[in-house]
């Protein structure tokens, strides 16, 4: 049973978020005079910014600060107010967020810290605050932020600490550092990137990334939405809201804290593959967002997202009057999926025709050092009439500065107004004098300038990633019937009830769980070492013999799996020999597993492991023994679509065995991908499932299928109950 992904109304919906960014009044709770505390800077910006609205200073200690009438607390103002900013002492945080639900405010910003991030007291008093002012039907930013800002010359609002007021435009960001924010909106205003709105979350105790995202995603003033994070609060919610978003606007983002979480002794393959970055990886995958490394990276990316198209495909037309700068920029395109094609007939005439004979034709377009504005504009021209072309990159060294850069930048950004609107252009200024602001004079306003040819193309290639995720088709989920869900559950639940606790399911339970969802699994039967020959000759041969002992996970570690076994002989051998190995490893052989060989087939794994933040994770990669040892995986956050199954099989390095590889019989791809969907349903239906290795996962030639050759399934005690 499938059906569309997609997320519900309610999570795309604006609560409150839009009167925080967009207020008519604002209290400054903590005014002061002195404009280098953070109250007093905090108003002295509402005021040199030009803040539309009404200001009322909160300071009991006097009559007056900055000019402005003050008041000793927020209800003594008699009026309405849509926004208190609050700066006070930890201490009497409580008591004036009490003032404010009294007197009726309808959002607050709370910058005083010393809450959560400090200590146990702190997060309790930050608890009892959230649960005053949901009651109260009010919205809070932070604590622990630096406040908020609003661009829209209707509003003008800066209520942060930083003196910066950066250049209005359609980028929005939200950080959840504030100290780092600052650092963002100087970076900002130093790139003259324009932006709608920051928000700075700090402990985003109740405001979090998924409100602000529901908020953009409508906001006509925002094109582009930027985000720093350092944790999830819901990613499953992230992983409903951040589609919907990216699928009219492109949400960057990077996220710190790339190292594992820790190292523990992980009990199944899915589990040891896992750690938290890629978690992120695969919640940002699935999304669309883009994913940077680097700030520097973040603002490289909005800078061409922001002023230009999103290239419709990665061949990419360059011209430079320097050979260096554009091999650079030809590696680093081809390196992240661009293209650099042969120029049409067409283009290669209209060259020649002004070039001199020893300039560079093959694309990179060499002008050998020319610097000559009329030259590069036509160059552009013809560059962007050409249909091999996408994207446009324009490559610039002042060589003799016998012109002067602004000229060349003016004719670029005449250029660029000629351009089909569909293809975007970069630029390129190798100059001590960075960028012109000429640049920006053309018909297309600001154009996107990079001090080195690398940066570009990493923007370049992000950019087109994200509009091949943007126009792909929205992806199928499998969904179990509700018959085969009373089944799974009462085979799952009646083992975890019997268990008391986490425990592996045994081999009988995964083969009717897999049976039930239909996913083939080789036939087995479990039995003591005195049956082994009997119940081999009734399996019939060959087999594989695995050995079932308590506490042995990864049975070929220590010799408990033998293949080829083709006789009853064989198999008592193999039983004792396996006994032996195992009580040198100390594990007592008690029972083995008798199973039949699979024949020719590509292994790969299907799992399951559980993040305690993001929840189930589906893995798919290459099976076998070297599973851990390859790393060549991918995951999903459940639930897992069909187009999510076939691009993490096409992430793999392993996936041109699926193909057919140098004389190799190709397998059955299809298949593959309705055996990750059917464990994606799976994990739907039985929340207490923890882990789950399917390993290796034989996919037999096209039309034959798939077929499990080894399952384990850990679980815990039913929710149910």
Request: hydrophobic share 45%; proline share 7%; aromatic share 4%.
């Amino acid at each position: 049973m499938l059906g569309n992904v997609t997320s519900s109304p309610s999570d795309l919906r604006d609560v409150g978020v839009r009167e925080l960014l967009n207020p008519t009044s604002v209290a400054v709770v903590g005014a002061s005079r002195k404009v280098n505390s953070i109250g007093g800077a905090i108003l002295a910006n509402l005021l040199r910014d030009g803040y539309t609205g009404r200001i009322y200073p909160i300071n009991p200690q006097t009559s007056e600060v900055q000019g402005l009438r003050a008041y000793s607390s927020v209800t003594a103002v008699g009026q309405p107010i849509d926004l208190a900013v609050i700066a006070v002492p930890k201490s009497a945080v409580e008591s004036v967020v009490d003032d404010c639900i009294f007197a009726g405010v309808r959002g607050l910003v709370i910058i005083s810290a010393g809450f959560a991030e400090a200590s146990e007291e702190g997060r309790q008093m930050e608890r009892r605050i959230l649960h005053k002012v949901r009651a109260a039907g009010i919205r809070m930013v932070g604590p622990n932020c630096m406040g908020l800002l609003n661009t829209d010359p209707r509003v003008r609002l800066n209520v942060t600490f930083t003196p910066i007021w950066p250049p209005a435009g359609n980028i929005a960001i939200l950080t959840q550092s504030g100290a780092l924010g600052l650092t963002i909106l100087d970076q900002v205003k130093r790139l003259n990137l324009g932006i709608s709105s920051f928000v700075s979350v700090g402990n985003k105790a109740d405001v979090s990334g998924n409100d602000l995202l529901s908020y953009w995603v409508d906001d006509p003033r925002t094109g582009v939405v930027l985000l720093y994070l350092e944790s999830f609060g819901n990613p499953r919610k992230f992983a409903r809201i951040a589609p919907e978003v990216v699928r009219r606007k492109p949400v960057v983002a990077v996220k710190a804290g790339r190292s594992a979480a820790g190292s523990r002794a992980a009990s199944s393959h899915s589990a040891a593959l896992a750690n938290l970055d890629v978690a992120v990886d695969a919640l940002f995958e699935q999304a669309g967002v883009i994913r940077t490394q680097t700030l520097e990276e973040m603002f490289d990316v909005a800078a061409l997202l922001a002023t230009q198209p999103v290239p419709r495909g990665p061949r990419v037309g360059v011209v430079s009057n320097a050979g260096g700068p554009a091999i650079l920029l030809a590696d680093a395109c081809e390196a992240r999926g661009l293209v650099l094609p042969s120029l049409s007939e067409k283009s290669i005439a209209a060259f020649r025709a002004f070039l001199p004979p020893h300039a560079g034709l093959s694309n990179p377009i060499d002008l050998v050092a020319s610097d000559d504005p009329a030259t590069i504009e036509r160059s552009i021209r013809i560059l962007g009439d050409d249909p091999n072309i996408d994207a446009i990159v324009v490559i610039f060294i002042p060589p003799l500065m016998t012109t002067r850069p602004e000229d060349v930048a003016a004719a670029i950004a005449r250029a660029a107004g000629d351009l089909p609107g569909e293809k975007p252009i970069q630029t390129v200024f190798l100059s001590t004098q960075g960028t012109p602001e000429m640049l920006g004079s053309g018909p297309r306003g600001r154009l996107p300038a990079y001090s080195y040819p690398e940066n570009a193309a990493i923007a370049l290639s992000a950019a087109y990633r994200y509009g091949t995720w943007k126009n792909r088709p929205r992806g199928n989920i499998e969904v179990l019937p509700p018959p085969v869900i009373t089944e799974v559950r009462r085979i799952i639940c009646n083992e975890a009830a019997a268990a008391g606790g986490p425990s592996w399911l045994s081999p009988e339970g995964v083969s009717q769980v897999l049976k039930a969802i239909d996913l083939k699994m080789a036939e087995a039967r479990e039995v003591s070492l005195e049956e082994a020959a009997v119940e081999a000759d009734r399996l019939g041969y060959p087999l594989v013999m695995k050995a079932v002992a308590p506490g042995l996970v990864h049975k070929s570690d220590v010799g408990g799996v033998v293949l080829g076994l083709k006789t009853a002989s064989d198999v008592r051998q193999a039983a004792g020999h396996m006994k032996q190995r195992l009580a040198t490893a100390g594990y007592e052989l008690q029972r083995v597993l008798l199973q039949r060989q699979i024949g020719d087939g590509v292994e790969m794994l299907i799992g399951v492991t559980t993040d305690p933040v993001f929840g189930p994770l589906l893995v798919c990669g290459m099976g076998g023994i070297h599973v851990e040892l390859l790393k060549d995986v991918s995951f999903r956050l459940t639930p897992v679509s069909d187009r999510d199954a076939a691009e993490m099989i096409a992430k793999l390095k392993s996936a041109p065995l699926l193909e057919g590889y140098r004389g190799t019989p190709p397998a059955d791809r299809e298949a593959l991908i309705g055996a990750i969907l059917k464990v994606s349903a799976l994990v739907q239906a039985v929340p207490e499932l923890m882990e789950l290795d399917l390993n290796p996962v034989m996919v037999l030639p096209p039309g034959q299928g798939v077929i499990a050759v080894d399952g384990r399934m850990r679980i815990r005690p039913s929710m149910d109950g």
